[in-house]
Nanobody, 122 residues
Framework: QVQLVESGGGLVQAGGSLRLSCAAS????????MGWFRQAPGKEREFVAT???????YYRHSVKDRFTISRDNAKNTMYLQMNSLNLGDTALYYC????????????????WGQGTQVTVSS
């Protein structure tokens, strides 16, 4: 049974940093595409970043150069380092996995975590 468990969210001031983690079980993070998504109140879920099985990464434009997606194969965990956070980054952040990274680019995925809340204050 696949499980994805996010952690690391919290309340942070604008300009601050957080690192989200997505611990996986039932799948191997190095052999599947994984990604981060977010959903703000009243808005649709949106793609944030994805990492392919070969390590290639993709970001939405608004987070590029501020966020970094990575994975630790030994810990079977994916991360999202978020720097220079702004009010627009406030959302519930989810991790997801899918055999096809193109599915993740379309905000679709076979496996999803429960989410971790990120709140950025002014």
């Amino acid at each position: 049974q696949v499980q994805l468990v996010e952690s690391g969210g919290g309340l942070v001031q604008a300009g601050g940093s957080l690192r989200l983690s997505c611990a996986a079980s039932g799948l191997t993070v190095s052999t599947i595409a994984m990604g981060w998504f977010r959903q703000a109140p009243g808005k649709e879920r949106e793609f944030v970043a994805t990492i392919r099985s070969d390590g290639a990464t993709y970001y939405r434009h608004s987070v590029k150069d501020r966020f970094t997606i990575s994975r630790d194969n030994a810990k079977n965990t994916m991360y999202l380092q978020m720097n220079s956070l702004n009010l627009g980054d406030t959302a519930l952040y989810y991790c997801a996995a899918d055999p096809l990274f193109t599915s993740l680019l379309l905000s679709k995925g076979t496996y999803w975590g429960q989410g971790t809340q990120v709140t950025v204050s002014s």
